[in-house]
């Protein structure tokens, strides 16, 4: 792949409810912080993609709610449904064919839905929604599947909502940072069993926005532009039933081709921080695995152990990852910037010493069904 | 950074009605799917990534891209969603050229489906718009069209009956397309005798509402190069999505002295920068344009500069535009004859594709090189493609 730098980013503070800010509004705090921190003017962004969800908004053509806010007037402009990951993929495909920059945005305001019922309507009509199952129920029963083929502990995802809420504290746009204790997680009462409360991620409102740019373009920045080295995604089977919950193929698939793209052979040995989206605490630790940097079933152990704390061998989530702050479909690009924040050094109070290259994961549909994976650079 | 040149091997398009009882959404993209897949001498084995695009709302399905698998066949393979409205279509054709253009795919699938005999239409079509500033105002989709159609009559002295004349062409040439939702020969009069929808839209000049699904296969210059029959050719593409409230339009045209339409107006003019367009109506040999309603195909011509403003009504009526015309618009009966919403911008270049392939039958254009294909959508949004016989020099953007 040539390459493609991302040359700004920019992301709002995720509340729990930013009742006086409209989708345009964050997009446009979003979109502005990105452009500045790029040290560009709208003029300078060739096109424009945005993210959102017509459910999530309750609006049909819910891109239309923020095209205005977005900066896209007069640009070419076009929107990915979905998760972060996804429609910033989309960008890379736009600079690689030929636009000098891209600027993409995503939003998305929990506080104006009603997950339980959006979430229940990704399933099938007539089979499976009279169940009740949604978002929270049916990674329930994934968290089972995979904790009784593998023996992982609620205490070792426990570790995970401990970890990634302490860290929070670094970062100023996270939602939740807590001082918690494995003790207290463990406490804390299920919400669909093993999953308890600390275990989850809230839903936040908030926005983020990147601006992307050709080697040619990216060098008219003043910032160190942070290099895309490898994305892929892929998707699993619909029907829970088709699928083994406790694996992750579509995870492993769509890391083997951002590796490869990556020059990655070895990425226990050269990656150095993850960003991931455990929406979660069992899903942290399910993704590691399947991102290739813990063997299958040993992540519990190896987070237990420190490992992935902030000062250990492989930060995991230094920003405080979902679970401290998930503005649902921002989620995943958040991930991204966190990335590009920490190889920029430019990560404050959560940087982490010495990250040249850093994985990002994020997700869309039940389980983790499509898995999208960036790894990024500090060289092109 | 160029883009890689992409050409359109494969075309599958599922027969379209008012109410497809014998399939569920899954099996009516699985349906197009499989002739795309048939017509690109390809098996599901063979594509690289999907893209698939339709309305959340009209089908209340949620993250369609997950739950379309079994239909897709995207089981183990990168998908996307794209999403814009009423140019979903073509927006997920310009996905599906951008995912090859970038390098990065080979083979994608570009998917656009609605099943409209399962939704409230207009019910969705009203959460479109502002809460609070424009959804008291414009109920649906016909408020806005009737709002532009009043404005259109008053500055160009355009009469309902040349817009009827729109909607007579267009279901007369649906009796070519075997696929199409209404095929039926009416004149004038008839359209003028359909009930009022909204002053002054009638009934015969609105698209219906349709089940369908559309599916076509981008390929990249050496797959294309090496492909059994001639592909088309992605010549060009441009689109503007300016504004966010209904009634811009109207702001822009009487408080701002602009136009009605300027996203079209700015996509055209890039996209005929682009693509070398001095003449559309003399270069074009065909063109499969988004017009949701009739009077659409009036204001459009001139937005797409096939003549000079007010000029249209003069232009339609002289039959340029009429099979055996100049420019042919809509040889496949276009939007007044089928309108799966999420498929019809992809079924523009699906069609605009088989009119150069040569492959379009009894509505085929004889001797059609270079096509325009339109979508339209969200608040007055345009998205543009040219599709050649020729392969491009190069594409820019």
Redesign the interface.
């Known amino acids: 792949?040539?390459p493609v730098a991302i040359v700004g980013v920019g992301m709002t503070e995720i509340r729990r409810e930013r009742a006086a800010d409209t989708c345009?509004d964050l997009v446009f705090e979003a979109c502005t912080k990105a452009l500045a921190d790029a040290g560009m003017a709208i003029d300078d962004i060739?096109?424009v993609l945005t993210g959102s969800?017509?459910?999530f908004d309750?609006?049909?053509?819910s891109?239309?709610?923020?095209?205005?806010?977005c900066g896209?007037?007069?640009?070419?402009?076009?929107?990915?449904?979905?998760d972060g990951t996804?429609g910033a993929?989309?960008a890379?495909?736009?600079?690689?064919?030929?636009?000098g920059t891209c600027l993409y945005c995503v939003h998305h305001k929990g506080s104006e839905s009603v997950m339980p019922l959006?979430?229940n309507?990704?399933f099938?009509?007539l089979y499976e929604r009279f169940l009740g199952i949604e978002a929270i129920t049916s990674s329930a029963l994934q968290a089972r599947a995979y904790m009784d083929r593998y023996g992982v502990t609620e205490e070792q995802c426990a570790h995970v909502s401990v970890k990634n809420h302490g860290n929070a504290f670094g970062n100023p746009v996270a939602q939740m940072p807590l001082e918690l204790t494995i003790e207290g997680v463990m406490a804390s009462p299920y919400i669909a069993e093993p999953i308890k409360l600390l275990d989850c991620a809230p839903v936040g409102d908030g926005a983020s926005a990147v601006v992307l740019a050709?080697r040619e373009r990216a060098k008219a920045v003043a910032g160190k532009p942070v290099w895309v080295k490898g994305?892929?995604?892929?998707?699993?089977?619909?029907h829970l039933g088709d699928r083994d919950l406790s694996k992750v193929?579509?995870l492993q698939?769509?890391a083997r081709k951002a590796y490869s793209m990556a020059g990655i052979s070895d990425p226990r040995a050269q990656v150095d921080l993850v960003e991931l989206s455990e929406v979660f605490s069992y899903m942290e630790l399910m993704w590691l695995e399947g991102l290739g940097l813990c063997e299958m079933g040993q992540a519990g152990k190896f987070t237990a152990l420190g490992n992935t704390a902030h000062d250990g061998v492989l930060p995991v989530n230094a920003s405080g990852g979902c679970i401290s702050a998930n503005p649902v479909l921002v989620a995943g690009l958040n991930r991204i910037i966190e990335c590009a924040l920490q190889i920029r050094g430019g990560a404050g109070g959560h940087q982490v010493e010495g990250v040249w290259t850093a994985v990002a994961q994020g997700l869309?549909?039940?389980c983790g069904?499509?898995q999208c994976v960036w790894v990024l650079g500090g060289e092109a | 950074?160029?883009?890689?040149r992409v050409g359109i091997v494969g075309v599958g398009m599922t027969r379209q009605s008012s109410a497809r009882r014998d399939v569920y959404g899954i099996e009516l993209i699985n349906e197009a799917v499989r002739a795309a897949l048939d017509d690109a001498q390809m098996t599901r084995k063979d594509i690289d990534a999907i893209v698939i695009g339709n309305?959340?709302?009209f089908e209340?399905?949620?993250?369609v891209?997950?739950?379309?698998?079994?239909g897709s066949g995207?089981?183990?393979?990168?998908?996307?969603?794209?999403?814009?409205?009423g140019t979903t279509g073509t927006?997920v054709a310009?996905?599906a050229?951008?995912?090859v253009?970038?390098?990065?795919f080979d083979r994608v699938l570009a998917i656009g489906w609605e099943k409209n005999s399962e939704s409230d239409t207009t019910g969705?079509?009203?959460?479109?718009f502002?809460?609070f500033w424009d959804r008291p105002t414009f109920g649906g989709a016909v408020a806005g069209l009737a709002l532009e159609a009043t404005q259109y009559m008053a500055e160009t002295g355009a009469t309902e009956e040349d817009a009827a004349y729109v909607a007579v062409r267009d279901r007369k040439n649906a009796l070519n397309n075997p696929y199409a939702h209404l095929r039926m020969e009416l004149n004038i009069e008839a359209i003028m005798s359909t009930p009022y929808l909204a002053w002054p839209v009638k009934l015969g000049d609105m698209c219906p509402r349709t089940d369908g699904a559309c599916a076509v296969v981008f390929a990249s210059e050496s797959i294309a190069n090496d492909f059994p029959s001639p592909p088309a050719w992605v010549r060009g593409l441009?689109?503007?999505?300016?504004?966010?409230y209904t009634s811009d339009p109207y702001v822009n045209q009487r408080v701002k002295g602009g136009t009605w339409f300027p996203a079209m107006e700015?996509a055209t003019a890039?996209l005929y920068e682009k693509v070398g367009i001095t003449d559309p109506l003399e270069q074009f040999d065909v063109a499969e344009l988004y017009l949701p309603y009739s009077f659409a195909g009036l204001r459009y011509m001139e937005a797409l500069g096939f003549c000079e403003r007010a000029g249209a009504p003069a232009l339609v009526r002289s039959g340029a535009t009429d099979m055996g015309g100049k420019c042919p618009v809509n040889p496949s009966g276009g939007v007044l004859s089928s309108n799966a919403i999420g498929a019809t911008g992809l079924l523009r270049v699906a069609e605009a594709a088989l009119q150069v392939q040569g492959r379009a039958g009894d509505r085929q254009v004889p001797g059609a090189a270079l096509a325009l294909a339109t979508g339209f959508?969200?608040?007055y949004w345009s998205d543009e493609l040219v599709i050649g016989k020729e392969k491009p020099e190069k594409?820019?953007?």
């Open positions: 792949m040539e345009a060739d096109v969800n017509d459910f309750g609006r049909t053509i891109s239309m709610a923020v095209m205005d806010a896209s007037y007069d640009k070419n402009v076009s929107t990915v449904e979905g996804f993929a989309h890379v495909m736009r600079v690689l064919a030929g636009w959006i979430t309507a990704m099938d009509p050709t994305i892929g995604y892929n998707c699993d089977a619909f193929d579509a698939a769509a869309n549909g039940p069904q499509s | 950074m160029a883009a890689k309305m959340d709302h209340g399905i949620n993250y891209d997950t739950w379309s698998v079994d995207a089981l183990g393979k990168p998908i996307m969603k794209m999403t814009t409205g927006t310009m996905g050229y951008y995912h253009a970038s390098g990065m969705a079509i009203i959460t479109a502002d809460p441009a689109d503007r999505h300016l504004w966010a700015r890039e959508g969200g608040c594409v820019r953007g």
